[in-house]
């Protein structure tokens, strides 16, 4: 029963992280002929080009490649990616009608800016949730099988076929904020999938490793673990101190260490996700 309502709670969450993709592409990116790659970008300058559906093309692009892909690769395309591949195809075309014709802006900056970072904020939770969408994911699959390249690079080369066949049609200048609309997708990405850095890690050398411990579990209230090192310049072996804060309280952490070792080494570091006793729980 615990299992069937994790796959439940994770296709509702791939649902939304489609439509919330799907109103990104009809109110921002197709209505001002933004390709922002992949699949949906290539739909987007065929539409444009001869005047097919996007989410049509979207659905026909995805049968070819996982064709393509099970012939090369064998039948590894799990439901998941079935389903967000195209119910994201079906999703554009059925809202293109409600929400085409309200789209927010014409201004290409405006329509880069928050149309990579809605369909990155869909994306993200689609990902988050175990799902994909298919399309140039898939061709970066194939060609790392026939090349040393890596999964990034391959994206990478993916879409900047899609940014050459958007220039030809669309002009350069459009395929360039296509290439933005890209980058700012990743990002967003990114932050919805590791979440939003919010807590920071610090290591701590010093020669009172003992008494910053201590500073940091009673007055901090937090855990610190120590970590045996050996300083290779010195040759000295001494404990480093490894802890995890939360943001508003790294300036009382570095207060503590300076009032007790002005001479210590700290290095402080984001951290995007901390699960765990004290900070958020694991979800089954």
């Given at each position: 029963m615990i299992r069937i309502k994790h796959v439940v709670r994770e296709y509702i969450g791939i649902t939304v992280g489609i439509?919330?993709?799907?109103?990104a592409l009809n109110i921002?990116?197709?209505p001002n002929r933004l390709a922002a790659g992949g699949v949906s970008g290539l739909s987007t300058v065929l539409h444009y080009r001869f005047g097919l559906p996007v989410g049509l093309t979207m659905a026909a692009l995805n049968v070819l490649l996982f064709a393509i892909g099970t012939r090369i690769q064998g039948w590894k395309y799990g439901m998941k990616t079935v389903y967000g591949a195209f119910g994201l195809a079906f999703a554009v075309d059925a809202m293109a009608p409600f929400v085409r014709s309200f789209a927010i802006t014409n201004d290409a900056i405006l329509g880069t800016l928050y149309g990579g970072i809605f369909t990155g904020i869909g994306m993200g939770i689609v990902f988050r949730n175990g799902g994909n969408t298919g399309g140039t994911d898939i061709v970066a699959q194939i060609l790392q099988k026939y090349s040393n390249l890596g999964l990034g690079q391959l994206f990478l080369l993916t879409d900047g076929f899609v940014m050459l066949v958007a220039a030809s049609v669309f002009g350069l200048k459009l395929a360039l904020y296509g290439m933005i609309a890209v980058i700012v997708m990743s990002r967003v990405i990114d932050y919805v999938q590791e979440g939003l850095s919010v807590e920071k890690a610090a290591f701590i050398i010093s020669e009172h490793t003992s008494e910053i411990a201590n500073a940091i579990l009673f007055?901090?209230?937090?855990?610190?673990?120590a970590l045996a090192s050996k300083g290779y310049y010195s040759g000295k072996r001494r404990d480093t101190i490894f802890c995890v804060v939360e943001r508003r309280q790294i300036e009382h952490l570095k207060k503590i260490v300076h009032a007790i070792d002005p001479k210590a080494f700290v290095i402080i570091a984001d951290v995007h996700e901390v699960v765990g006793e004290g900070f958020k729980q694991f979800v089954a």
């Open positions: 439509l919330i993709t799907a109103l921002f990116l197709i007055e901090l209230h937090r855990g610190a673990t």
